[in-house]
Nanobody
């Protein structure tokens, strides 16, 4: 079973930084892309960032480009999202996902395993 588990969410002030982590239960995820999605109340799920299986390729949503950095450590079965210069519009439940292929995009269709998420709240 590959069940992503997220951690690191919390309540922060606008302009602060926060790092989210995702751990998967076994090495299956190391052969596939991994991504962060987020969903705020009343809004559709949004792809935030994706990283290829070997970290060679990353893709970011325009809304977070230049502020967020995705990374992964296959030896530890973990993925992280460093979030800087947080804004109130970044408030959402952030969910980790494991892709179906080594490379992926920001569409949810490309992901097969999903965590339950960690809440990030940014107060202005």
């Amino acid at each position: 079973q590959v069940q992503p588990v997220e951690s690191g969410g919390g309540v922060v002030q606008a302009g602060d930084s926060l790092t989210l982590s995702c751990t998967i239960s076994r090495r299956t995820g190391s052969n596939n892309a991994m991504a962060w999605f987020r969903q705020a109340p009343g809004k559709e799920r949004e792809g935030v960032a994706v990283i290829s299986w070997n970290s060679a390729s990353t893709i970011y949503a325009d809304s977070v480009k230049g502020r967020f950095t995705i990374s992964r450590d296959n030896a530890r079965n973990t993925m992280s999202l460093q979030m800087n210069s947080l804004k109130s519009e970044d408030t959402a439940n952030y969910v980790c996902a494991v892709g179906r292929r080594p490379y992926g995009g920001l569409s949810a269709d490309g992901y097969q395993y999903w965590g339950r998420g960690t809440q990030v709240t940014v107060s202005s």
